[in-house]
């Protein structure tokens, strides 16, 4: 089945600095990804939908100022965590499907652990 | 979003059959049912979906009532590794967004 590859795994940064995370489709052009955000103990909150060559849409009371994306080409997309804290310490995830017309399955990444110290 | 309806937690005992039940009782007709399972520390899986016909597939089977009001996912030999959280989403497709519910944790005795 088709892949969503994400990078990287696991990330540690210092209160304050920027992270940013790629998600690529590997065998399939993705007009459209999404971004998740993981709790421990919690399901999953979408946090936005990620569109090739427009900006993106946020779920309302996610900061776009704050989880900026990027999607500059049909197999990537980018979430960088601007000035993190450790408050925003979390399991992030994306996700693609590939193809518009059809009831398709979602793909998700392998997802990213984030720990603001 | 079209809502569901998931028990919080199941048990079961290895390599007997498992049946995970939801409910979603204002389904629209364009509305699939999907399923997906997220396993510890690992982003969400694909597990079946379908529209108003039973399902197989090497994973699971999906019963979808004949009112599709309610499905249920079915894993005939439970597995330890089968031990996860299972999500029962309703989605019309395209590239519309996936929600996930609070979803039902399997615990898988050996």
């Known amino acids: 089945g088709a892949v969503v590859s994400q990078h990287p795994s696991r990330v540690i940064c210092k209160s304050g600095t920027s992270v940013k995370i790629e998600c690529r489709s590997l065998d399939f052009q993705a007009t459209t990804m999404f971004w998740y955000r993981q709790f421990p103990k919690q399901s999953l909150m979408l946090m936005a939908t990620?569109?090739?060559?427009?900006?993106?849409?946020?779920e309302q009371g996610v900061e776009k100022d704050k989880f900026l994306i990027n999607h500059a080409s049909l197999t990537l997309s980018t979430l960088t965590v601007t000035s993190a804290h450790p408050e925003d310490s979390s399991f992030y995830i994306c996700?693609?499907?590939?193809?518009?017309?059809?009831?398709?399955?979602?793909?998700f990444g392998q997802g990213t652990r984030l720990t603001v110290v | 979003d079209a809502k569901t309806t998931q028990p919080n937690s199941m048990e079961s005992n290895e390599e007997e059959p498992v049946h995970l039940p939801c409910n979603h009782s204002t389904i629209s007709g364009t509305d699939y049912i999907h399923w997906y399972r997220q396993l510890p520390s690992q982003g969400p899986e694909y597990v079946i979906h379908?529209?108003?016909s039973n399902v197989n597939n090497r994973m699971a089977s999906l019963a979808i009532a004949e009112d599709r009001k309610s499905s249920t996912l079915i894993l005939h030999r439970a597995t330890l590794r089968d031990a996860a959280v299972y999500y029962c989403i309703l989605n019309s497709g395209g590239y519309q967004k996936v929600t996930f519910g609070t979803g039902t944790k399997l615990q898988v005795i050996p």
């Open positions: 379908g529209l108003t």
């Open positions: 990620s569109n090739e060559g427009s900006k993106a849409t946020y």
């Open positions: 996700s693609a499907r590939g193809q518009q017309d059809m009831n398709t399955e979602a793909f």
